[in-house]
């Protein structure tokens, strides 16, 4: 059965990175759910705080340097988050499914082995349904050691197969104002 790549290239870019991130085992989604939300929770967490949305108290100031330095960190948009926060993004299991910043046509994708085609399906239908706000997770960033969140505003959200995904720790969402 063809793999028809999704509508839409951010959705494409998340599914290349839920399939280049997530482990290809065949069961559970969550995992693949999660790090779906990591990328889109940064981005709404960049936007939120640039626009004044979050974070009232802050000084414009603060609010200048809090914002350039979560958007260098988290990026503001999905393309720069996934190349902010994606060891896998431009490395050779993205390559697999992407050209560039594009998932590859559809004639490209039925080359790929049965493993690989059913992994980079279950990675589309999450990207769907992630963009659809399902199956909603709380992590910001994930990497795959228990003990090294990526800064000292992190606090681990949960655990799921090798990755550990963080999210800011109580109030440390507006930066670390005294």
Known sequence: EPIKPPAGVDTQRLAGVIFAEA???????????AIGWAFINSVVHVNQLCSG?????????????????????????????????????????????MKADAMRPEAELKKLNPLEREALRRAIRAAVSVRKGENR??????????????????EKAEQIGPHTFWKFKPGLECGEWK
């Open 137 to 154: 997770h709380p992590g910001l960033r994930f990497n795959k050691s228990p003990s090294h969140p990526p800064g000292s505003r992190w």
């Open 53 to 97: 949305k979050i974070c009232p108290k802050l000084t414009s100031a603060q609010r200048k340097f809090i914002c350039s330095r979560d958007t260098t960190d988290l990026g503001g948009t999905i393309l720069a988050s996934i190349k902010a926060g994606s060891v896998a993004y431009g490395k050779a299991r993205w390559n697999l499914v």
């Open 23 to 33: 482990d290809a085992k065949p069961e559970g989604d969550d995992e693949r759910h």
